[in-house]
């Protein structure tokens, strides 16, 4: 098959975006205030595996990629998660949000609520970033492109809906979505720029489908820990 042109190859990795987890029943009933706390905090609780293991991830991209222009700008994602200090970070942002659902600090990072099929997904994306080729890793990272609108709505509803939330518990969101769209624009950038054989698109399109698949399967199991 030939190659795809630019906007033929765009068009392949938006067409993604109805696999992307804004649309899975759980939330759908978050966004429409019908989960309960406690299915908040199974919720939080369970999303916190995903947040702390996301330096891991982009680290195992930085050590594939040959390229140092790459590398560098990467470098910034697990700045931005880490912090450059204790206390700091997108990682302590999530921290905060579970505080406000209620869950204790100790409890959320002794990982107790973590549900295996959370863990099995969290863990397989990880894997998948350390052992593919360093540009099927950052394309599985353009989910990127559709998490904006998301959370744009995500702070307002869960405002409107859970009287308990206050703005600045939802600190994650409001600062990471300025943030998410300028990523995915510049991931988009380098997946387009780099994928110049139709192989390279094609892997590129299935790298992005196996991540909206990781997304789709932690909310299976946050939802069926949740009834538990």
């Not at 392949?12 to 987890?21: D, I, M, N, Q, V």
């Not at 990523?183 to 380098?190: N, R």
């Amino acid at each position: 098959m030939s190659l795809m042109s630019s906007s033929e190859f765009i068009a392949a990795l938006r067409g993604l975006s109805h696999r992307y987890w804004g649309t899975h029943p759980f939330h759908v009933r978050m966004h429409d205030g019908g989960l309960s706390q406690h299915e908040l905090k199974i919720w939080a609780a369970n999303r916190w595996y995903y947040q702390c293991v996301l330096p891991q991830k982009d680290a195992a991209i930085i050590s594939n990629c040959p390229l140092p222009e790459i590398r560098r700008e990467w470098l910034d994602r697990i700045v931005y998660h880490d912090g450059t200090m204790a206390g700091d970070g997108g990682i302590e942002r999530w921290l905060r949000l579970c505080a406000a659902v209620g869950l204790d600090r100790e409890e959320v990072l002794d990982q107790r609520h973590v549900a295996p099929g959370v863990r099995f997904a969290v863990d397989a994306y990880v894997n998948f970033a350390r052992t593919r080729p360093w540009l099927e890793a950052v394309a599985s990272g353009l989910t990127e492109m559709f998490a904006g609108h998301l959370m744009q709505r995500r702070v307002a509803d869960m405002l409107a809906n859970y009287s308990w939330i206050a703005p600045e518990d939802l600190a994650y969101f409001t600062n990471r979505i300025d943030k998410v769209s300028g990523e995915g624009k510049g991931t988009l950038d380098i997946v387009v720029r780099h994928a110049v054989t139709r192989e390279q698109q094609d892997k590129a399109i299935a790298a992005l489908s196996f991540k909206t698949d990781v997304l789709w399967s932690m909310l299976d199991a946050i939802e069926h820990a949740a009834k538990e």
